[in-house]
């Protein structure tokens, strides 16, 4: 084993050093010229040539050909006329032109005078505010124009930006009214100059910028990158000699000629000695077979929607004049439905490329057209090679993750630009003689280098914690052969977060039902990752096309924003009808995607539905029927036709819900219930006293849970059960505006403004008004910091800094740091006052604030929370949960070598600060120093997740949770695994006989911390299989979340006060867990985004836990595992071993579903050892948590 454990698994990165090239691009076409001045350099099949256009080559052509002594004479003639007209060196030249000849003779031409090369969108000028901006900023001394009616929409921009060029120019007058025109015809300018002109041009350096190319501007404003000679020469010479081409080869351009990954390949073949093509000024699938009938070996750069339209243009039966030497694929996801199209076409080589326009096309994945077949439906876009580098790391850092783990994809090498235009953001970083650029896309190297993409980050949907991939959908839909495109995106949802919902459009002559796409999808992935509801694009959208972006990207936002709009015009579920099953169906259609009338009345709901959509579906139906139901009555109303019974018999009348009574928000936290606590004022005054404050500070008091009590009580140091976490706000928002946010922020939650107050055996809440004395105790200035790493370390020792239990119990510091300018932010909290569920949500509206976004908050006052929690204690329903967890523990003494880890005295060191990223909030300690607690993060592939569940009904907590009592069995050699879980007590409303009002109750909107914890008592059976175990846990789960809120302190005192009966140690023996093994299963994930105005730079938490499992999954496949550890509890090398059975648990039980748990116990160590060596487990990675 611990060979295994030590042996090195390569991590995700690969960068090879070699020379540069020495010679500026200009300078190697004019080599090619000079070696091949008769081979045919450009053709343009939609110009013809005139009078005024250069003659045809010596073939004959009637279409406009240049060869590549021509272009280049060109080239001169015209960076002659434009240094006579003023444009000197260096000075920028803009080209908004189509794919037409002459874009090329102005490219070379402005490469010829050191002057960088900007070419723009055409259709930038229907959008003049952005084009003004674009020409404002980068000052262009020459425009180039296609026609008149470029020019006349040109004109008004001009003024706007600030800018008048030296030089404007048309290329054809065609749509130009005024005939005083002030801009000049193209070649009418090149016609005037002398014929004999000189070649001399000053001295070029390949270090200078050469060309600029923005951004497709899918988020937000388009972006300038400036790129090196050097940066776009290496790029295109990669692309030149990995695909081998040769003279004889040609390009049918089509890809717009202001892409980059056009303008890369372009340039690959001229550096080749071949031909570029330009069929049509834009793509046209008939000029592509014109293309092909003309020329030799031809290769065919696109976009799959491209491919598509190609395939479709071909009549039922037709071929191909001439099949394509090769296609390349780009700029979108491509699937196994985009490669049987390719096939289709008997290209003989399909090529799938990625690349970015900061960082050029990187990876390339070269497959034989024949042996598609072969290929799987993972398709990796390639490996990349010398000069070109990649890496993955983990979200917000440069550290490259081991080799079979997702992270986010790092552009690296010669070709990749070193920052934005104007923009002092240190986006781009340099290492190794290189640049860096972090891409934002989620991707996976294999073990032989392959690079998977999985999608961009910020497209990302979380579905009540569960990630989910829009291209893992989309792949999926593409595999129905009556859907011809699809597209998925994420919609709010008030109890999910987000759900996915899918655009399609349907293939011509097929017309399968919208039930039977979303059937398949749910047969494939599983109810938990279905989109909830498909719509088609023309149909329910009314759409004839997706809306793109300017690069002809799907332009996510607006798609988005069209299905919003359209579900606003939906009819509202909040209506019934006379049928109380057709209701009832209609609710979990709502939840799931299924078509009402296709749900089998009489099939348990949990064979097509997971736990959240129970939520969703009480909390909707809840509404519509205006009748309580609960997930416990789905347990026992577990069809569709017994829950209509259920709503429309008398056993849901007690359940009736007030419909005059008004909604959480319309009145006031403190006036909404009648609880009282005697005894409370004394010990307010007595804690306020110590804070400069008096009784008529006083806003609100209620009482703690259970469990938040114990945290409040244990306050052995001033930093106990703290967290601290550090932003930098961006550099746009002055100090006076980063604390008006903060005091709004303290404002809109009542327990971010609280002390503690302890009472006998309660500890009560005491919400202190939002009054100036409180804002000076609670937002305090700082001072200077000198950059952000001094920012995250400001007073970290020091225990005034911390927030107490004393209060208040959250904290913030501004501070002024003076590199990069800009105001920090440092909050305290004390854990009684969050979980990490809230603390997400309260992140969220503080960004929102920062944003300006001051919107009412939709939420229920904790204080309503509170008064039920503190109701339900007296009630039946409350002493049956304690008297099922006291069944459950009794005799656990004689179980206690069950217990892992063993206990071992742990230091109470201080504890070091590190990186980590919420909602973990963990710290780590350098290495060999022995103190403080530890964040592991690692991370294993599975591949049958998805079907496992669907076949088994299961979550993926259960599945995560199934693993844990395996490897505690293993570990013990007990016949049960005990350990601690948490859970968050939101699957349902904490009292469901009625809440303080009677209203429906949204649980994810309470406004505070719902988490419990209890003690898992999991037997196992040695017969049992896999699958048997993983059901047998789910169906125990279900039993939990039926007494989730079991007040903590009554199940304690009844197991002591059978302790002094029996002579036993169970409720000692019970503490123990809570300090040894922790299981929490991660539910939603902090996400930030690249336009969030406050941005996270590190976390550190005091709280004083033992062995912790964090298992989430990123997406459907992947499982990640943070591990925390109090150092002197366990080793490294036992933390170490200790995840990598873990994971090997997991993989063997989903692999071998019928295989008996001890069977597979046996195969723990070697299983560790497998999925280490085949790179399926990842090694621990540091400052992770």
């Known amino acids: 084993m611990a060979n295994a454990l030590t042996q090195p698994i390569p991590q995700s990165y690969v960068y090879e050093e070699v020379e540069p090239p020495h010679d500026h691009l200009i300078v190697l076409l004019d080599k090619i010229a000079d070696q091949r001045p008769h081979q045919r350099a450009i053709c343009s099949l939609h110009q013809t040539n005139n009078a005024k256009t250069p003659d045809a080559d010596e073939d004959g052509e009637t279409s406009l050909c240049w060869t590549f002594s021509q272009l280049q004479s060109f080239s001169f003639t015209l960076a002659a006329v434009l240094i006579c007209r003023g444009v000197a060196p260096r000075e920028n030249i803009v080209a908004i032109l189509h794919n037409q000849a002459e874009w090329a003779l102005v490219f070379w031409a402005a490469l010829r005078m050191g002057c960088p090369f900007i070419p723009l969108d055409p259709r930038m000028l229907d959008h003049s505010e952005d084009l003004s901006y674009i020409i404002g900023e980068i000052g262009p001394a020459a425009v180039f124009v296609s026609d008149g ?42 016609c005037r100059q002398p014929s004999h002109t000189s070649r001399t041009l000053q001295p070029l350096d390949k270090a200078e910028t050469a060309l600029i190319v923005y951004t497709s501007g899918t988020t937000s404003r388009s972006k300038a990158c400036p790129h090196q000679s050097l940066s776009v020469t290496v790029a295109a010479q990669w692309i030149r000699d990995t695909l081998c081409i040769a003279p004889n080869y040609t390009i049918c351009q089509h890809l717009p000629a202001f892409h980059s990954y056009s303008i890369t390949f372009t340039l690959a073949y001229w550096l080749a000695g071949a031909t570029v093509v330009f069929p049509k000024p834009s793509f046209d699938p008939a000029s592509t077979l014109e293309t092909l009938k003309r020329f030799d070996n031809v290769h065919i750069p696109c976009v799959p929607s491209m491919l598509e339209a190609l395939k479709d243009y071909l009549a039922p039966g037709e071929g191909l004049p001439r099949p394509p030497f090769s296609i390349s694929l780009g700029g979108a996801p491509v699937t196994m439905h985009t490669l049987e199209q390719a096939k289709a076409l008997s290209a003989t080589r399909v090529i799938v490329g990625y690349g970015t326009t900061e960082g050029f096309i990187n990876l390339l994945n070269i497959m034989d057209g024949s042996a598609l077949d072969s290929v799987g439906e993972a398709i990796p876009c390639g490996r990349t090679f010398p000069g070109l580098g990649v890496r993955i790391c983990g979200p917000n850092s440069r550290i490259p993750v081991p080799r079979g783990q997702a992270g986010e994809l790092h552009q690296g090498g010669l070709a990749v630009f070193a920052g934005y235009l104007n923009d002092t953001s240190a986006k781009c970083y340099r290492e190794n003689g290189c640049f860096w650029f972090p891409t934002g896309d989620e991707a996976l190297m294999d073990e032989t280098g392959n690079v998977h993409i999985m999608g961009r980050y910020k497209d990302l949907i979380i579905r009540g914690g569960e990630n989910i991939s829009p291209l893992k959908l989309e792949q999926c839909l593409m595999k129905i052969t009556e859907v011809q ?33 979303q059937r398949k999808v749910v047969e494939e992935l599983g109810p938990a990752f279905a989109p909830r509801i498909i719509l088609d694009l023309r149909h329910d959208l009314k759409e004839d096309s997706y809306p793109k972006t300017m690069a002809g990207k799907v332009h996510k936002a607006t798609l988005k924003q069209w299905v919003v709009d359209y579900l606003k015009k939906s009819p509202s579920l909040r209506t019934s009808s006379n049928d109380v099953l057709v209701d009832v169906q209609r609710c979990w259609a709502s939840v799931t995607g299924l078509v009402a009338e296709s749900m089998d009345i009489d099939v348990p709901v949990r064979s097509f539905v997971d736990s959240l959509s129970s939520i969703q579906f009480c909390h909707i139906a809840s509404g519509v029927f205006r009748t309580r139901i609960t997930s416990k009555d789905l347990v026992i109303f577990d069809t569709i036709q017994k829950q209509a ?70 306050s052995a140091k001033p930093d106990r059960w703290n967290v601290r976490i550090s932003w930098m706000a961006d550099p746009s928002i002055d100090l006076d505006n980063v604390e008006s946010i903060l005091q709004l922020w303290v404002r809109r939650h009542p327990l971010l403004r609280t002390t503690a107050v302890s009472v006998g055996d309660k500890d009560y809440y005491v919400v202190m008004r939002p009054t100036q004395r409180l804002m000076n105790l609670q937002i305090r200035k700082g001072g200077h910091v000198t950059n952000p790493k001094a920012l995250t370390m400001y007073r970290i020792d020091c225990a005034d800094h911390w927030a107490p239990v004393t209060g208040p119990m959250c904290k913030a510091t501004t501070l002024q740091v003076q590199q990069p300018p800009s105001i920090g932010v440092i909050i305290t909290m004390h854990h009684a006052i969050y979980d990490a569920f809230t603390l997400i949500q309260w992140i969220k509206d503080l960004k929102r604030l920062f944003r300006g976004e001051a919107y009412p908050l939709n939420i229920h006052p904790y204080s309503e929370f509170a008064a039920d929690y503190e109701r339900f204690r007296m009630k039946d329903s409350a002493k049956q949960g304690v008297n099922f967890h006291v069944q459950r523990l009794m005799g656990i003494t004689s179980s206690g070598h069950a217990i892992w880890p063993p206990g071992r005295t742990t230091r109470d060191d201080k504890i070091t600060t590190s990186e980590a990223t919420l909602p973990v909030l963990a710290t780590e300690v350098k290495e060999g120093k022995g103190v403080g607690t530890e964040a592991v993060t690692r991370l294993v592939h599975l591949p049958r997740i998805s079907q496992v569940r669907k076949k088994l009904g299961l979550t993926t907590a259960a599945v995560a949770k199934a693993a844990c009592v395996l490897f505690n069995v293993h570990k013990t050699g007990a016949k049960e695994a005990i350990f601690a879980t948490t859970n968050l007590g939101r699957s349902r409303p904490l009292n469901d006989d009625a809440t303080a ?31 048997q175990l993983l059901t047998r846990v789910a169906t125990l789960t ?43 299963y991660l539910g939603e994930q902090y996400v930030e985004e690249e336009t969030d105005p406050i941005k996270l730079l ?68 070697r299983g560790a050892n497998e999925c280490e060596d085949r790179g399926l487990i990842a090694t621990p990675t540091r400052n992770r948590a």
């Open 1098 to 1165: 590190h976390t550190t938490t005091r709280a004083d836990l033992g062995f912790v499992w964090f298992p989430h999954f990123r997406n459907d496949s992947q499982l990640e595992l943070n591990v925390t550890f109090r150092d002197g509890l366990l080793g490294e090398k036992e933390v170490s071993t200790a995840m990598s059975e873990y994971l090997s648990a997991i993989q063997w039980k989903l692999q071998e579903l019928g295989t008996t748990t001890w069977f597979m116990q046996l195969r723990f160590c």
């Open 1038 to 1080: 279900d039993e939990l979340e039926n007494f989730l809120h079991a007040p903590l302190d009554q199940i304690i005192s009844s197991l002591e006060r059978l302790d002094q009966a029996n002579d036993t140690q169970d409720a000692a023996v019970l503490a123990s867990v809570f300090e040894r093994q922790f299981f929490t």
């Open 645 to 714: 019974e259920f709503f429309g018999g008398s056993s849901s009348s007690c359940r009736l819900i007030n419909q005059n009574e008004p909604s959480c928000s319309e009145t006031p936290p403190s006036s909404r219930h009648t609880v009282t606590y005697p005894g409370t004022k004394a010990a307010i005054a007595t804690r306020l006293e110590a804070l400069g404050l008096t009784s008529e500070h006083v806003e609100d008091v209620f009482p703690m849970t259970d469990l938040l009590k114990r945290m409040s009580r244990d």
């Open 997 to 1027: 009002t009677g209203e429906v109750v949204n649980p994810l909107l309470i406004d505070g911390p719902t988490v419990t914890c209890h003690v898992e008592r999991i037997p196992i059976e040695s017969n049992e299989t896999a699958a």
């Open 485 to 517: 495109s699809a597209h998925v995106v994420g919609i709010p949802d008030s109890v999910a977060g987000e759900v996915p919902v899918a655009i399609v459009t349907r293939s011509s002559g097929h017309d399968l039902p919208v039930h039977s796409i």
């Open 149 to 190: 009616t470029m020019a006349e929409k040109m004109d008004p921009v001009l003024p706007t930006s600030g800018n008048q060029p030296s030089v404007k120019c048309m290329v054809s007058s065609d749509g130009c009214s005024d005939r005083n025109s002030q801009w000049t015809v193209f070649w009418d300018m090149i």
